[in-house]
């Protein structure tokens, strides 16, 4: 079973940025959509965005122009930049590794907090 582990978390103050990886245990990502996902307090998880094996990103409209993915298939590794960022995207995210639209393999998480 692939493990992926998420780093790049922390407080950030508005308008700053934050690099989130999410690096997997085996060469994988490369063959799958791989998503961000972020669950605020007393919200459901939310999809943030993804990016296929071809490279096609897609984002939600919350984040659209702020917020990026991108993947190193040589480190296993796919990224979150998010600019600009805002005290309602204080969350935890997670990636997942999409297999299926029922079946994939999520992250521990890591937390982000905006605020001054």
């Known amino acids: 079973q692939v493990q992926l582990v998420e780093s790049g978390g922390g407080l950030v103050q508005p308008g700053g940025s934050l690099r989130l990886s999410c690096t997997a245990s085996r060469s994988i990502l490369r063959f799958n959509t791989m998503g961000w996902y972020r669950q605020a307090p007393g919200k459901q998880r939310e999809l943030v965005g993804h990016?296929?094996?071809?490279?096609?990103?897609n984002y939600a409209e919350s984040v659209e122009g702020r917020f990026s993915i991108s993947r190193d298939n040589a480190k296993n590794t796919v990224y979150l930049q998010m600019n600009s960022l805002k005290p309602e995207d204080t969350a935890v995210y997670y990636c997942?590794?999409?297999?299926?639209?029922?079946?994939?393999?999520w992250g521990q998480g890591t937390q982000v907090t905006v605020s001054s």
């Open positions: 997942k590794l999409i297999y299926s639209a029922l079946a994939g393999v």
């Open positions: 990016i296929t094996s071809g490279d096609v990103t």
